[in-house]
């Protein structure tokens, strides 16, 4: 017989479940209206809208299961990307307000592609998490959930680039979402919206969705 190997509580895994479960015990708020609060972290975006390219993730998201989040990011402090380590008092109140930041630049993409979106139909949970485990969360709960603006379209948390650098091509989620000012200014694809469409609706068709605590265990 196989020896069971002692549980550690502190081992990485553990410690990215712990955050994932967090943030999932919390209600999802509609994406339009998240009250102004301060601190980094990660979270979560929920679709439940008439598209019918995300049928099957409206589908997994009804009667209050939210069982498939659209997209998963995570929000740190300016300098974070450089490996600017951050150690803190555990006890000391957060500064910033970069996880609402963060999901109010959402809120704004998605209320810009009028054509195809409604804010209305989205939901977001969000937790506020100490600094240095922030990536180790967001890492396993992309993993775990594959949110198809994380994988099948990328684009969807893309900044302006500037005036002067809008060489690179549209993000594929502007194509099937138009609306971005500054989405436009750069260099078209030659895919088209339906073609993108029929990709995502292939891709969430090929998923098995399952209540999300059994992912993390």
């Known amino acids: 017989m196989k020896e069971a190997k002692p549980f550690n509580p502190l081992a990485k895994r553990n410690l990215a479940a712990s955050i994932a479960e967090a943030l999932l015990e919390s209600d999802p708020v509609p994406l339009s209206s998240v009250p102004s609060f301060k601190g980094t972290g990660v979270y979560a975006i929920y679709y439940t809208g008439p598209n019918p390219a995300y049928a099957p993730l409206a589908e997994a998201n009804i009667n209050g299961q939210w069982w498939a989040p659209i997209y998963v990011g995570k929000a740190i402090r300016k300098g974070g990307r450089k490996g600017v380590a951050v150690l803190e008092d555990e006890d000391e109140a957060p500064k910033g307000r970069e996880l609402f930041s963060r999901l109010k630049e959402h809120a704004d993409s998605v209320v810009a592609a009028t ?35 994380n994988t099948t379209i990328d684009g969807f948390g893309n900044h302006d680039p500037g005036k002067g650098r809008y060489q690179g091509l549209q993000p594929r989620w502007d194509v099937l979402h138009p609306g971005r000012p500054w989405a436009s200014k750069c260099v078209a694809r030659k895919e088209t919206p339906d073609m993108i469409a029929r990709e995502v609706l292939a891709y969430l068709q090929g998923r098995a969705f399952q209540e999300p605590t059994k992912l993390f265990r």
């Open 115 to 149: 054509t195809t979106l409604s804010i209305e139909d989205f939901r977001c949970r969000y937790l506020v998490v100490d600094e240095i485990w922030i990536p180790l969360g967001e890492n396993l709960i992309i993993s775990r959930f594959m949110p198809v603006w």
